[in-house]
């Protein structure tokens, strides 16, 4: 089982503390490399000025003894020089003088070749009782003898040092990531502070109260973002409830008027007895009636479909020309009854292929032509017509020589169960939904829909649907 | 054009809708027997030996699809006609994979179930091409496409000529316009600009047929649909 914090703001603090002594470890080494390094440099330094400072201070007595100068103490700059190591030896490597530091210790074994000849030649030395000593060579010629000074500090003071300054960080170090813990578990807490109201909020909006929105603190920050996307998502989710609960009132309205006429019928019928013409008259309304109920749930299931439908690009293509005069054929009929001609504009853009569900598009232009065929007087045309007025996009327009469509009425003519004050004339029959599922069909496809508000000789419904030029 | 020899299971829980199928599809000249769950109806199966079964879907306890797989697993030999309410093409395509030989969705035409019924049980018997059609003295040659009123040919389109045999070929009995949208339109579904388009070309075959003879041949039936036959 593998330990993982859940929450959100426990994750960002252990990734901030994380980071910080990580950051902390690598800052301290290189402080104590830097520092080790620096502290070393000096004591190179101060051992080669007491190199030359010791220079003038040897002589060889009368017995041919090397000897220091005794005032040599006296001066209390040289104090610290009382801890120092040094050793002198002839050429021949025989040992001259050796301070009383060294307690008779070697420091450094037998002379290397050409050592301190060419200045002052540094090295780490291990003395006889374990201690390491920093020490420099330098080759010095007095009285006509030339001698080797080897000079040294012992390397523990220093060591000592470091290791303070270790131990200093080491309780340092953590002392700072446990603060820096502390404080950013609450930064973090302030800083999703807003998100928690946000749930809190989000939490009792539901169906019924689904008006209400979230409060946006900063508009430019990052919550404030997320909270204007929800709200707009909350905003399209509320008018989509909304449309869904108009729709399913006009629905069960639009079903229970068939139903209503299909009760009285039936209780008029068995109300009392009557003769079997007047029995055969009232099971045909019904019949005709259920009818009625059944074209209504078929449109809706219709409906249903061609909101589920894919969209546009994932179907197949096919020529938009030949599936218009598919239905053109199919509906002359009706014209040719009313010496309606429906006429189709030859133009090369009717070989142009759509990408849609073919099935539907058939069905949504069927019901474009119907509608204007209801609406055409006897003795009138329609024209169906394609046209390219921006790249890309196919126009097909539908024209009758109709009554046209009250000013008022052009943005409800698609919505659902509508039928219009003025048009709803003798000849309409249906159940209101085939401009509907002809939207919904077209807009699927990604086309849009609509009539044309500047056209006054009848009706002018535009389809516009996008259309691959690389096709053509 | 019925096959009174025949008989018919039906298995429906809905008692009203039963009690009508029955009653409808007895006054048709078949022998009806009736179940209304699916270990009833299963029983009926094999002790009743029925030549067709109508069955619906949803049964209680039981899948109507479950007990049409049990029969095909058997290897009993029974055409079987689903009538349900679950109609979209998937359920159409998992009644018929299992075993069903035709499939009709509800709420459907009278005339249309009886039309199907006979189609299923005609399906296995010799077919009998006939070189013309006759109703009162129209006469058709199905061959040659020609129609043929007291003797007269008539002027037919060809959508016309297709209405005609086909409400011929129905021998009388009604056709509905659900059955005319699907075998003579050829349409998947029925909207209403169909219904407009069939009741429009409807007018115009009775104009041509029917208007200057006195005897009417093509009748419609209020709230079912219209039928060829001598009154």
């Known amino acids: 089982m593998t330990l993982r914090p859940t929450n959100l703001r426990t994750r960002l603090t252990l990734w901030y503390v ?8 690598v800052y301290a ?100 009782d374990g201690s390491h000593a920093f020490v420099v060579s330098h080759i010095h010629t007095m009285q006509g003898r030339t001698v080797v000074i080897r000079l040294g500090y012992d390397l523990g003071p220093l060591r000592d040092r470091m290791i303070q300054f270790f131990l200093m960080l080491l309780i340092a170090i953590p002392l700072a990531l446990a603060l820096a813990a502390v404080a950013g578990q ?15 909020r989000a939490e009792r909006i539901t169906a019924s109260n689904l008006g209400d929105r979230l409060d946006i603190a900063n508009e430019r920050d990052e919550l404030g973002n997320m909270a204007r996307v ?31 006429a299909i009760r009285t019928i039936s209780e008029v019928a068995l109300a009392k007895p009557t003769n079997a013409e007047a029995y055969h008259e009232a099971l045909g309304n019904v019949l005709e009636e259920s009818n009625r109920l059944n074209q209504t749930v078929d449109s809706l299931l219709l409906l249903a479909r061609a909101e589920i439908t894919p969209p546009g690009e994932s179907q197949p293509v096919f020529v938009i020309g030949d599936l218009v005069t598919e239905v053109v054929a199919l509906l002359e009929v009706l014209g040719e009854e009313r010496s309606v001609k429906i006429t189709q504009r030859q133009h090369e853009l009717a ?53 046209g469509i009250p000013s008022e009425e052009y943005a409800k003519v698609f919505d659902r169960f509508f039928t219009s004050s003025e048009r709803s004339t003798a000849n309409t029959s249906g159940v209101g939904l085939g401009l509907s599922i002809a939207k919904l069909v077209v807009e699927r496809a990604g086309g849009r829909i609509g009539f044309d508000e500047t056209f006054h000789q009848g009706a002018r419904c535009v389809i516009r649907l996008p259309y691959n030029s690389t096709v053509l | 054009m019925s096959y009174p020899s025949s008989k018919v299971l039906i298995i429906e829980d809905d008692r009203k809708m039963s009690d009508a199928l029955v009653s409808g599809i007895r006054s048709a000249g078949y022998e009806v027997l009736a179940a209304s769950t699916a270990e009833e109806g299963f029983f009926l199966v094999h002790s ?72 299923l049980l005609r399906r296995f018997l010799p077919p009998t091409a006939p070189a013309s059609l006759k109703v009162g003295d129209l006469s058709l040659d199905p061959k040659n496409r020609m129609a043929y009123r007291a003797g007269e040919l008539l002027d037919l389109t060809p959508r016309e000529f297709d209405l005609l045999l086909y409400l011929a070929e129905n021998g009388g009995r009604t056709v509905s316009r659900e059955m005319l949208a699907k075998d003579v339109w050829r349409e998947t579904s029925r909207f209403t600009p169909i219904d407009n388009v069939i009741d429009v070309q409807i007018a115009r075959l009775r104009r041509k047929i029917d208007d200057p003879f006195n005897v009417k041949l093509l009748q419609t039936v209020r709230g079912l649909g219209f039928s060829l036959r001598e009154p």
Do not use: C
């Open chain 1, 18 to 25: 994380g980071v910080l002594a990580l950051l902390l470890i």
């Open chain 1, 29 to 128: 080494t290189v402080v104590l490399a830097f520092q080790y390094g620096v502290l070393t440099r000096q004591l190179y330094h101060d051992e080669v000025q007491d190199v030359v400072t010791v220079e003038g201070l040897l002589f060889f007595d009368q017995a041919g003894e090397l000897r220091l100068t005794q005032n040599y103490y006296s001066r209390p700059q040289s104090h610290l020089l009382v801890d120092r190591l040094m050793e002198v030896r002839d050429l021949s490597g025989k040992i001259l003088y050796r301070s009383s530091t060294l307690h008779n210790m070697a420091l450094g074994g037998p002379l290397r070749e050409g050592e301190g000849d060419a200045g002052f030649d540094e090295r780490l030395v291990r003395l006889s």
């Open chain 1, 186 to 200: 609450s930064i973090a807490k302030r800083a999703l502070r807003p998100l928690e109201q946000m749930t809190a």
């Open chain 1, 230 to 260: 929800f709200n707009h998502l909350l905003e399209r989710l509320e008018q989509a409830f909304r449309q869904l609960q108009r729709f399913t009132a006009d629905a069960s309205h639009e079903l229970r008027t068939p139903l209503a």
């Open chain 1, 351 to 403: 070989t142009v292929e759509v990408r849609a569900d073919r099935g539907l598009m058939r069905i949504a232009l069927m019901n474009v032509i119907h509608n204007a065929l209801k609406f055409s007087p006897r003795d009138s045309a329609i024209n169906i017509g394609f046209a390219q007025p921006e790249a890309s996009w196919l126009h097909i327009s539908i024209e009758d020589e109709g009554p």
């Open chain 2, 48 to 119: 009743g030996q029925p030549d067709l079964l109508l069955l619906d879907l949803t049964l209680p306890h039981r899948n109507g699809l479950d007990v049409l797989r049990q029969i095909r697993k058997e290897g009993i030999d029974i055409r079987v006609l689903i009538l349900t309410s679950h109609n979209t093409v998937d359920d159409r395509v998992e009644g018929l994979r299992s075993g069903a030989d035709d499939y009709l969705g509800k709420p459907f035409s009278f005339p249309e179930l009886l039309a199907r019924m006979d189609a």
